[in-house]
């Protein structure tokens, strides 16, 4: 089964300080659900990256569309397929 990673880039650090706590909560919430394999920020507070373990891309990419911090556009995202190489 394939990955799908965010790279979120913060654009607007304000509202993205503002939106923290309704990112990680949405974030959460799909990572108990199994469908996030991995969450974190950036040392550098420059923004963060998600790899989501969903059935089909469109559904990780909606996922990823109604992240607080694109919704709100405190982020830019960058979407892409991706293939680990760590045994499952």
Do not use: C
């Not at 790279?7 to 919430?29: G, M, N, P, R």
């Amino acid at each position: 089964m394939p990955y799908y990673i965010a790279y979120l880039k913060t654009v607007d650090k304000k509202k993205d300080e503002e939106i923290l706590e309704e990112h990680k909560a949405y974030l959460q919430k799909y990572l108990n659900e199994g469908k996030i394999f991995a969450k974190g920020p950036f040392l550098d507070h420059s923004g963060g990256l998600i790899i989501y373990k969903t059935h089909t891309e469109e559904e990780a990419y909606q996922i990823a569309l109604e992240d607080p911090v694109i919704r709100e556009g405190s982020r830019k995202m960058t979407f892409k397929p991706w293939k680990s190489t760590l045994p499952e």
